[in-house]
């Protein structure tokens, strides 16, 4: 078949290469110069989430107070967005939160292998490295981490639960003041640089050929009819819009996977998707003093915050804001984006202290979209020829590989290895 994928991210650029594995001809569609630089490109490295990292469950925005929770929630007192953040709150009971989590979990364990296989398969190299620790700042975040725990036993990942002086004997950086109540340790946790790894993807695609990448074009619409798909074209020049005929690219199937632009692509047929923004930071600090540099990456459990060395400077991302849906557009305000920049900086100072200089980091936003029941967004989106692979969340950089997975085989027509319960729970039209 002849599938047409909008977006060049991560998730974009794996559906394109699990399409062409399954033998299928491919054109993704992507309106930045080159692929990865949406949110794919300020990801934090976390290759595949753990139940530390998911975003709902107890931890997760806990309380409204962005000091705590690591996340400032601009939803407005009333309406759909209030509503969203009541639902995610109902997965903080231990029971719910491990009812999602094991939904997901086949998920992870199929982006696991497919990322594996294609690593092996064209010996990648984009800079992975094992070792992951998540720290907790006070007895109360770490009984709230405990469920967590229980899932990491329950699904056998291999991790080691420890005091502060443990933590502290492992990673000498982090200081023993002010007092703090102690972390996980994952040792095969993966960091990588994700888009590296999608630029790899691409330049093996391009070696390979059946995939054609049209970059710096943007979709303005999708067409589907009962034989065929298309996507309109914006014209290169706006200016010149009404001297040039608009430009069409038919295939069988579309599959959108635009990142938060998916909403508005997908909106004329129908589909609201169970998803809403979030507009996530990132600081690049260069390294001030290397001694202080941590180093294992440290992820602050509770406020979702990861700090990692990335050659000479330190990344340092999370700093979330949660917004109405019809906010995916605005810029943020000056004072919304200090706000979470000063996240990012406190817990630099806290967990990396003279690590880096972060007078001196260079800022960067980008938008993600969240479900309000802690899953992505894909498969199958109500009419034969149109697909969603999208709103992975904060944690979305290999999970899209095994949704992609899932994609390909649906429009093959093949059986897919997910659960079919998994497979619902996905389902971009789930209740
Ligand atoms: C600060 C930050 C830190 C993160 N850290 C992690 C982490 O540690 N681990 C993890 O797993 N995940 C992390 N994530 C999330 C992860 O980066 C995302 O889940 C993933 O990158 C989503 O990829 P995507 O392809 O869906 O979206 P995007 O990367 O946003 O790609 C969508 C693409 O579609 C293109 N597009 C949109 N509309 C159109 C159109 N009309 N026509 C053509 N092209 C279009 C865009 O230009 C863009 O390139 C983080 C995200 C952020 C922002």
Same mark, same amino acid.
């Given at each position: 078949?002849?599938?047409?994928?909008?977006?060049?991210?991560?998730?974009?650029?794996?559906?394109?290469?699990?399409?062409?594995?399954?033998?299928?001809?491919?054109?993704?569609?992507?309106?930045?110069?080159?692929?990865?630089?949406?949110?794919?490109?300020?990801?934090?490295?976390?290759?595949?989430?753990?139940?530390?990292?998911?975003?709902?469950?107890?931890?997760?925005?806990?309380?409204?107070?962005?000091?705590?929770?690591?996340?400032?929630?601009?939803?407005?007192?009333?309406?759909?967005?209030?509503?969203?953040?009541?639902?995610?709150?109902?997965?903080?009971?231990?029971?719910?939160?491990?009812?999602?989590?094991?939904?997901?979990?086949?998920?992870?364990?199929?982006?696991?292998?497919?990322?594996?296989?294609?690593?092996?398969?064209?010996?990648?190299?984009?800079?992975?490295?094992?070792?992951?620790?998540?720290?907790?700042?006070?007895?109360?975040?770490?009984?709230?981490?405990?469920?967590?725990?229980?899932?990491?036993?329950?699904?056998?990942?291999?991790?080691?639960?420890?005091?502060?002086?443990?933590?502290? =004997?492992? *990673?000498?950086?982090? /200081?023993?003041?002010?007092?703090?109540?102690?972390?996980? $340790? !994952?040792?095969?946790? @993966? +960091?990588?640089?994700?888009?590296?790894?999608?630029?790899?993807?691409?330049?093996?695609?391009?070696?390979?050929?059946?995939?054609?990448?049209?970059?710096?074009?943007?979709?303005?619409?999708?067409?589907?009819?009962?034989?065929?798909?298309?996507?309109?074209?914006?014209?290169?020049?706006?200016?010149?819009?009404?001297?040039?005929?608009?430009?069409?690219?038919?295939?069988?199937?579309?599959?959108?996977?635009?990142?938060?632009?998916?909403?508005?692509?997908?909106?004329?047929?129908?589909?609201?998707?169970?998803?809403?923004?979030?507009?996530?930071?990132?600081?690049?600090?260069?390294? =001030?003093? *290397?001694?202080?540099? /941590?180093?294992?990456?440290?992820?602050?459990?509770?406020? $979702? !915050?990861?700090?990692? @060395? +990335?050659?000479?400077?330190?990344?340092?991302?999370?700093?979330?804001?949660?917004?109405?849906?019809?906010?995916?557009?605005?810029?943020?305000?000056?004072?919304?984006?200090?706000?979470?920049?000063?996240?990012?900086?406190?817990?630099?100072?806290?967990?990396?202290?003279?690590?880096?200089?972060?007078?001196?980091?260079?800022?960067?936003?980008?938008?993600?979209?969240?479900?309000?029941?802690?899953?992505?967004?894909?498969?199958?989106?109500?009419?034969?020829?149109?697909?969603?692979?999208?709103?992975?969340?904060?944690?979305?950089?290999?999970?899209?590989?095994?949704?992609?997975?899932?994609?390909?085989?649906?429009?093959?027509?093949?059986?897919?290895?997910?659960?079919?319960?998994?497979?619902?729970?996905?389902?971009?039209?789930?209740?």
């Amino acid at each position: 078949m002849d599938v047409i994928v909008i977006g060049g991210g991560i998730a974009g650029v794996a559906t394109a290469y699990q399409l062409r594995a399954a033998g299928h001809r491919v054109c993704v569609v992507e309106r930045h110069a080159t692929v990865a630089q949406g949110a794919t490109y300020g990801h934090s490295g976390v290759v595949l989430p753990s139940p530390l990292d998911v975003w709902f469950g107890p931890t997760f925005l806990r309380d409204r107070r962005q000091s705590s929770s690591g996340v400032i929630c601009k939803t407005g007192f009333g309406g759909p967005a209030r509503a969203f953040v009541k639902r995610l709150g109902a997965l903080r009971s231990s029971e719910a939160f491990a009812a999602r989590y094991a939904l997901l979990r086949p998920l992870i364990d199929t982006a696991e292998s497919a990322l594996d296989d294609a690593t092996n398969r064209f010996q990648l190299d984009y800079e992975q490295r094992e070792g992951l620790l998540y720290l907790v700042r006070g007895n109360d975040e770490r009984s709230l981490t405990q469920p967590a725990l229980e899932l990491l036993r329950r699904f056998e990942v291999p991790h080691h639960a420890l005091s502060a002086a443990e933590c502290i =004997a492992f *990673e000498h950086n982090i /200081p023993p003041e002010p007092p703090f109540a102690g972390g996980v $340790r !994952i040792e095969a946790g @993966r +960091m990588a640089n994700c888009p590296l790894f999608v630029k790899q993807l691409k330049q093996v695609l391009d070696n390979q050929g059946g995939v054609q990448f049209q970059t710096g074009r943007e979709v303005s619409s999708i067409r589907l009819e009962s034989g065929r798909a298309a996507v309109e074209l914006a014209p290169r020049l706006p200016a010149h819009a009404s001297a040039r005929e608009v430009e069409v690219i038919s295939g069988d199937a579309v599959v959108v996977a635009a990142g938060a632009q998916t909403l508005p692509l997908i909106a004329p047929f129908g589909v609201k998707l169970p998803l809403y923004p979030l507009r996530m930071h990132t600081l690049n600090a260069p390294v =001030a003093h *290397e001694e202080c540099v /941590p180093h294992t990456t440290i992820i602050d459990a509770a406020k $979702r !915050i990861a700090i990692t @060395r +990335m050659n000479h400077r330190l990344r340092i991302s999370g700093g979330a804001v949660l917004l109405r849906a019809n906010q995916v557009d605005e810029p943020l305000t000056e004072a919304l984006t200090e706000s979470a920049l000063a996240l990012l900086g406190e817990a630099s100072r806290d967990w990396a202290p003279g690590a880096a200089r972060i007078s001196a980091a260079l800022a960067w936003e980008g938008m993600k979209l969240l479900s309000a029941d802690g899953l992505p967004a894909v498969g199958n989106a109500g009419h034969p020829r149109l697909f969603v692979n999208a709103g992975h969340g904060p944690a979305g950089w290999a999970l899209a590989l095994g949704s992609a997975k899932l994609i390909a085989q649906q429009i093959s027509g093949t059986s897919p290895d997910l659960p079919a319960d998994t497979i619902n729970a996905l389902s971009p039209v789930r209740g």
